[in-house]
């Protein structure tokens, strides 16, 4: 689409929900892309509520706007693009609504498609990972509410657990192996889990993750040299954003200093509360982010969470290799579970009313 529009002499520009995100875009399309917050030019208010600079008063000049991974965006966002666009522009959204639903309200990407008023292109090959992985081959069964089931060449594999301590203790010895710890793998994998509480919850997994990659659960500080870390709220002078995810290179009593992918943000002692350890992840934060290897807890104690989209989108961050912690019961709660699914906004009614008109 970019090359076509190229050659036509129009204008693209490429932006996604998350800095992780656009940068995906970026490295696969071979042109710049941006976080929606920066294409429109965001700044923080007093008040603590987001502007965005590009609005109707001064709009995008680009001629084509295409947003990857646009399930992530609400509706309150997804306002926010359509008010920055010029008269005449075509706004293309490419996105799985089949993922997790945005975090905020609303599920724009949804309403459009069950509008009928908008032209919907369904992709049915998936490129992340090679022909005939077992991924791409479990994505579908879980798409058709049918059971997941390991494969021949190890790229999809479900190891069983009978406790939640025993899942833990699999998880810990996965990272050990695939050597998690090492610099050059902790971009490269990630460990999942639905939910922060719990002995297979974020926080007790990035705690004890920590400690194996700094040799020590008796640091100074809450953050080491080497710390895998995400920003945990979008900052608009930084130009960091919620999801962003980094390496520690420098701390003391001080400052911090964390790399994220060419640049490098210096963090006073009063924003170190805007990190968050990264070696193990919410799905939903993982969401527009890929991985070579995904390690991914899904157990009985979590059944708040246990979805069917959520399984879905957690499996599916994987490019080469992906590994369930879980029960049979837990598993097919997963599966057959859409309970959370429905959300309340306006949005297609108000498209329906206007095709009416």
């Known amino acids: 689409i970019v090359y ?32 929606i917050h920066k294409a429109l030019e965001a700044e923080l208010h007093e008040n603590g509520e987001a502007y965005f600079n590009k609005n109707q008063s001064d709009t995008l000049s680009e ?3 295409i947003v990857d991974e646009a399930s992530m965006m609400d509706v ?8 920055a666009l010029k008269e005449g522009t075509h706004l293309i959204l490419v996105g799985d609504v089949d993922q997790l639903p945005p975090v905020g309200p609303g599920n724009p990407l949804k309403a459009i498609i069950e509008s009928e008023m908008a032209p919907v292109v369904r992709l049915n090959h998936i490129f992340r990972q090679e022909e005939g992985s077992g991924i791409i081959e479990n994505a579908v069964l879980i798409r058709e509410v049918k059971y997941c089931c390991p494969d021949e060449n190890g ?17 810990m010895t996965l990272c050990w192996h695939f050597h998690y710890a090492d610099e050059d793998n902790k971009l490269k994998m990630q460990v999942l889990s639905p939910m922060y509480k719990g002995a297979c919850g974020v926080d007790h997994l990035n705690a004890s993750i920590q400690k194996v990659v700094q040799g020590s659960d008796h640091l100074p500080f809450p953050f080491a040299v080497g710390d895998k870390v995400m920003q945990r709220r979008n900052d608009y002078e930084k130009k960091v954003y919620n999801g962003d995810v980094g390496i520690v290179w420098a701390v003391n009593e001080n400052k911090l200093f964390v790399r994220y992918y060419e640049k490098e943000i210096e963090y006073t002692r009063a924003e170190w509360g805007d990190l968050q350890l990264a070696y193990a992840s919410t799905v939903h934060k993982s969401q527009g982010s890929e991985y070579d290897t995904i390690i991914f807890a899904l157990l009985p104690e979590q059944r708040i969470m246990l979805q069917r989209n959520l399984l879905y989108t957690g499996i599916t961050r994987a490019r080469k290799k992906t590994i369930l912690v879980t029960t049979e019961s837990a598993l097919s709660q997963a599966i057959s579970s859409t309970r959370t699914q429905h959300r309340y906004s306006l949005l297609l009614p108000l498209i329906k009313g206007m095709n009416h008109e």
């Not at 479900?158 to 301590?165: A, G, H, P």
């Open 155 to 171: 790229d999809f594999q479900i190891l069983y657990t009978d406790s939640e301590d025993d899942a833990f203790h699999k998880i």
């Open 76 to 83: 309150v966002l997804f306002h926010s693009l359509l008010s």
């Open 63 to 65: 001629d084509i706007i």
């Open 4 to 35: 076509a529009a190229e050659q036509c002499g129009l204008k693209v520009k490429l932006m996604a929900p998350t800095g992780r995100a656009a940068k995906r875009l970026s490295s696969s399309s071979g042109r710049e892309a941006e976080t």
